[in-house]
């Protein structure tokens, strides 16, 4: 059997057709066509608040036509075709909720999903505030959450006319509600005094 192919992390135009093909011990995203390496494994802070904030979704949306994911789930953003080689976007969101059936298929899901949550880790923070804010807002993502663990802290971008408006910085004590899931609403208080 042939050895998958290494990718050339120096070039710069990878589609989700050449990251298919890649055998890798560490987990990767693409955007715009870039190789961007994952941090290490998350840690426990990490995994249980997106455990929890999973939990609570996936359960508001029981019996209604969105759907959560968490990763790993490959999001891919294509800007022109739907077509692997011509997909140059590909990332790992730590959850996501998706209300358009249409965009899931068998390898994840392949446009913009309705809602993004991404938790920083110490390794991801230039990444998800830089990279994937752009990508995410050029793809049509509604509602980007940014969570900083450490800080207990909620930041959510909100897509009006196509461009991202932040919400002020939510903390413990507030209750932060989604504009996109209606009905949704978090209790920072409680949810972040489980984390301990």
């Known amino acids: 059997m042939p050895k998958a192919e290494e990718p050339d992390f120096a070039y710069q135009n990878h589609s989700y057709a050449d990251y ?5 011990d560490e987990m990767v995203e693409l955007i715009k066509g870039r ?18 904030l999973f939990y609570a979704f996936f359960n508001h949306l029981k019996n209604k036509p969105c759907e959560t994911y968490a990763a790993p789930f490959d999001v891919r953003l294509p800007r022109h075709s739907k077509k692997n080689e011509e997909i140059y976007t590909v990332v790992q969101p730590d959850i996501c909720v998706i209300c358009d059936p249409l965009k899931l ?37 509604k509602e980007y959450w940014i969570i900083h663990p450490i800080e207990q802290t909620i930041l959510i971008y909100s897509l009006i006319n196509g461009k991202f408006h932040p919400s002020r910085l939510f903390t413990s004590g507030d209750a932060v509600e989604s504009n996109v899931i209606k009905g949704f609403r978090l209790n920072l208080e409680s949810f972040f005094k489980n984390m301990d």
Do not use: T
């Open 20 to 24: 298919l093909k890649w055998d890798l």
């Open 35 to 52: 190789i961007f390496k994952m941090s290490p494994g998350p840690n426990r802070l990490h995994q249980k608040i997106s455990g929890y």
């Open 105 to 141: 298929d068998d390898a994840g899901c392949v446009g913009a999903p309705d809602l993004i949550v991404e938790i920083l880790s110490p390794g991801n923070n230039r990444k998800e505030l830089a990279n994937k804010y752009e990508v995410y807002e050029e793809s049509g993502v």
